[in-house]
Structure formats: structure tokens, C-alpha cells
């Protein structure tokens, strides 16, 4: 058995991108998900899967941002290669007392898209901080996960 190195650290231990130029273009989809536990009072507020607040609907403008944070995943995250997504999507759902984000990202390339499906549901699951914290601060944004991704050397999916 081989033993694992980080590859975004080189022999000399110096930081450093990738090189994916001899790979092959293949398609490659990344989900993940954020778990926002938002508290009853809010949940409370939820009306045709929606929350209206002063800043305006908070799904709706999540979403938005999801998808606008996957797009500029390389801009956040340093050693992220700059990809042109094919396709992004975000859904919000309510379980029991918490949101739960999904988010999926798509591209035929190099490299995977499991920082852009996570970015996205990262700053989703802010957005929804940001839009209700005026209604409560208790707001906990539990976690952020890698579900599955398909297409580069090996694919993984989260059991349950």
C-alpha cells in the first residue's frame, strides 16, 4: 500500500497547485450539503417553503448565492483551479427543525468539483445566517459535508 502525501505540498514541503495537464477530461459531479439548525422561532416563520424577511426571501436569495460562491470558488480557496462549471444546483428543504442545503456541481474537466459544490453550500447555509440572524443570533450552522462525488481516480459516497 502506498502512503498518502497532500498534493498541494511539494518534496520541499513549499505550497503548490496541482498540475493537471496530463489528465484526461473526464465528468465529474460533486454533491454536498450544509445543516443550518435555525431554532423554532424560525421555523415557526416558514410559510410555502419560504421565509420572508426585511432583506426579502431567504431561500430564493440563498440559492442565488450558492451557485454565485461556486463560480468563484477559485477566488476563495487558493490552490482551486478556476473552472468553467457546466452546471449548479442548490435546494433547500426543511427537516424537522433545521434546513438542510443540497447542492450539486457538474463540469467535464481535469479536475474535480467537490470544493465548488461545497463552496456553494457554504456560503447558502451563510446566507441564511446572514438574512435571519436579525431574527435570532442562535442560529448554528451544524455542518458542511462532502455527499458523493463521480468522475476523477476514485469516487466516494457518504453512507448514511
Known amino acids: ?19 493537471v495537464s496530463d489528465k484526461n477530461s473526464t465528468r465529474r459531479i460533486a454533491k454536498a450539503q450544509a445543516t443550518i439548525n435555525v431554532g423554532p422561532e424560525i421555523i415557526d416563520l416558514i410559510q410555502h417553503n419560504e421565509i420572508i424577511t426585511k432583506k426579502g426571501p431567504v431561500f430564493q436569495t440563498a440559492i442565488i448565492a450558492g451557485v454565485m460562491g461556486a463560480k468563484k470558488t477559485a477566488e476563495l480557496i487558493p490552490f482551486c483551479h478556476p473552472l468553467g462549471l457546466e452546471d449548479c444546483q442548490v435546494h433547500i428543504r426543511v427537516v424537522d427543525s433545521k434546513i ?17 459544490a461545497l463552496t456553494a ?37 457518504r453512507k448514511k
Request: net charge positive; charged share 25%.
Open 1 to 19: 500500500m502506498s502512503k498518502k502525501t497532500f498534493t498541494h505540498v511539494s518534496s520541499s514541503g513549499l505550497p503548490q497547485m496541482v498540475n
Open 100 to 116: 438542510v442545503i443540497d447542492t450539486e456541481a457538474v463540469i467535464t474537466g481535469k479536475t474535480g468539483v467537490e470544493m465548488e
Open 121 to 157: 453550500a457554504s456560503v447558502a447555509a451563510l446566507t441564511v445566517y446572514d438574512m435571519c440572524k436579525a431574527l435570532s443570533h442562535n442560529i448554528i450552522i451544524e455542518e458542511v459535508k462532502l455527499m458523493a462525488k463521480s468522475g476523477g481516480k476514485k469516487d466516494f459516497k
